[in-house]
């Protein structure tokens, strides 16, 4: 079972940068983090992921701690759209749970005028 | 680009009819997934298929669900019979070769079981 934590909501004003943390302590070598959000009645959308590295798009950024235990997603300017559930997921590239998303309950972004 | 295509976005129907839902992945990908979300359980994968084929169906919560996925373009979900409590959300998504690329989501169709 792919475990994270996240918290279970946050706020921000509008253009403002929106940290968003998530712990995967018992993370293994070769679990990735995904990042994605989900708008009020929409599917799930992709995000971010990453392995190692830090990573940007051109959504968000992502920052992986150096022993991989923890990561933050990093909207640099929330908007009012991107009020929605933000999920931080393991995905591992082996065993039985290979290329599988487990979806915990994620974090309520809150996003003020 | 097209993304996936789920169909029907909603339905309504009584206990104990047969429900299917249908999936179209985006084209070249080639594992699909689908999804099932409530508000007591939140979005859990039901099964999902690479090249056609089956690979997990562990979460497949009882035989009244099926799932096949003919050929690379189609895919099904099925319910029979249907029960109040199969009412869900149900999404479908696909992907390249996961974990290292990105599951792409449908809009869902939202069941009603009365």
């Not at chain 1, 070769?30 to 959308?45: A, F, V």
């Not at chain 1, 640099?76 to 309950?105: E, M, P, W």
């Not at chain 2, 990908?29 to 508000?39: C, E, G, V």
Request: net charge negative.
């Amino acid at each position: 079972d792919a475990k994270t934590t996240q918290p279970n909501s946050m706020e921000s004003n509008e253009e403002e940068p929106v940290h968003l943390p998530c712990n995967h302590s018992t993370i293994s070598g070769t679990d990735y983090i995904h990042w994605y959000r989900q708008l009020p009645s929409q599917g799930p959308e992709y995000v971010i992921h990453g392995l190692t590295s830090n990573v940007n798009n051109r959504m968000a950024s992502l920052a992986i701690a150096e022993d991989r235990k923890s990561s933050t997603l990093i909207l640099h300017r929330a908007t009012l759209r991107d009020a929605a559930v933000y999920y931080c997921i393991r995905s591992n590239a082996g065993g039985t749970s290979y290329g599988k998303l487990t979806f915990g309950q994620g974090t309520i972004l809150t996003v003020h005028p | 680009d097209a993304g996936v295509i789920q169909s029907p976005r909603h339905e309504v129907t009584e206990m104990g009819q047969e429900v299917t839902l249908r999936c179209k992945p985006i084209s070249g990908h080639d594992y699909l997934f689908w999804y099932r979300q409530t508000m007591m359980r939140g979005l859990e994968l039901l099964i999902y298929f690479n090249n056609n084929v089956p690979i997990d169906d562990s979460g497949m919560p009882e035989d009244r669900f099926s799932a096949k996925m003919p050929n690379a373009s189609f895919s099904t979900l099925k319910i029979q019979p249907s029960e109040p409590r199969d009412s869900a959300v149900y999404f479908c998504a696909s992907s390249l070769r996961p974990p290292n690329q990105p599951q792409h989501f449908g809009d869902g169709t939202r069941l009603s079981i009365l």
